[in-house]
């Protein structure tokens, strides 16, 4: 089940453009292999804030054992990794070392699980089990990683073994594997006390988390980032006869509307989902006014001002 595509985005330099294609190719693979497939949850392009870290995922897949992240990476000739597992890349004929994919992606696994370890008790099923553990937690669940790189791309290993690093189109297998290997696993955990431990997701579960992180998805704003990528307007509004604002979607313009709250408060469009930052302005631009709730109200709140406004009530 693909439960989130790629968002829209522009840009003018041919590196991100790049980027961009590579991205969405490996989004087009997955949803080939398990757009049909209920146990298995994709995200694309998931962007999550905690704590003022991001983790920016290309590609997130959610099944009964666990996760995988995929990084695409956007290669047009080569790539070479060394037996120190140093990355370089060929560009015009000459050699440009890289950050690690493998290890960005590693980084991205050990966000996503302190992220979800923060909201386990609102995520596991209420049943016998979770009732008896104080904090249930995603320690025992399986997060993988994978790199996919671009069609056109070569891969030169120099004689270190790199499973995890794949063309685009050889990735939905190896992600059938991987979970397939995760299940063998758990059920040589069960059968033998020396054997692996994990722990499985009841099917709802997986869907709940997947809602979760969608919910949670925080797109940028409308600004320029690295040479011209542009995303979705953050909010827009005009005033009505009797002047106050009415807000509506920057996506799909509806005023269907509600405050949500994940790390911050935001907007999130009741038609088409799309999650919308709210960003308040004041008198002056060192003022950090904040929004609080009252009930089904929320103010905006500037204590340098003294400010303490209603700006939108929920429905419900």
């Known amino acids: 089940m ?8 522009k840009s003018t330099d041919k590196f991100i453009k790049a980027g961009l294609a590579a991205e969405k190719q490996m989004a087009f693979y997955l949803k080939r292999a398990f757009a049909e497939k209920e146990d298995i949850f994709v995200l694309n392009d998931i962007r999550l804030e905690r704590n003022g870290e991001v983790a920016q995922i290309d590609h997130l897949i959610i099944h009964a054992y666990g996760f995988i992240i995929v990084e695409s990476k956007s290669v047009s000739s080569k790539v070479i990794v060394n037996k120190h597992s140093e990355w370089k890349r060929i560009f015009n004929k000459k050699e ?3 950050p690690s994919p493998i290890q960005q992606a590693k980084r991205q696994a050990s966000f996503l699980k302190d992220f979800l370890n923060q909201r386990a008790t609102n995520v596991f099923r ?3 089990v979770n009732k008896l553990i104080s904090k249930p937690t995603f320690e025992n669940y399986k997060f993988d990683v994978l790199v996919a790189i671009s069609d056109s791309g070569i891969i030169e290993r120099d004689s270190i073994d790199l499973p995890n690093v794949l063309k685009a189109d050889i990735i939905p297998d190896t992600i059938l594997e991987l979970i397939s290997k995760r299940k063998k696993d758990l059920i040589k955990g069960i059968l033998n006390p020396f054997g692996n431990d994990g722990y499985s997701f009841h099917k709802d579960t997986i869907q709940k ?3 979760l992180l969608f919910t949670l ?3 940028l704003s409308t600004q320029t980032i690295d040479t011209n990528i542009v995303q979705e307007e953050p909010i827009t ?3 009505s006869q009797n002047n106050s ?3 509506s979607c920057s996506k799909c313009k509806s005023t269907n509307l509600e405050v949500a709250y994940g790390r911050n408060y935001y907007f999130k469009c009741l038609d088409c989902a799309n999650n919308i930052p709210i960003k308040h302005t004041c008198k002056t631009s060192s003022c950090k006014p904040r929004t609080k709730k009252r009930k089904n109200q929320f103010f905006k709140v500037c204590e340098n001002c003294g400010v303490d406004e209603l700006f939108y009530e929920n429905k419900s």
Do not use: E, F, L, S
Not at 2 to 7: E, F, H, N, S
């Open 126 to 128: 209420d049943n016998i």
């Open 96 to 98: 440009n070392g890289m």
């Open 237 to 239: 509004y005009n005033k």
């Open 2 to 9: 693909i439960y989130k595509d790629v968002d829209p985005k």
């Open 217 to 219: 998805h925080t797109p």
């Open 245 to 247: 604002i009415i807000y």
């Open 209 to 211: 988390i997947a809602n």
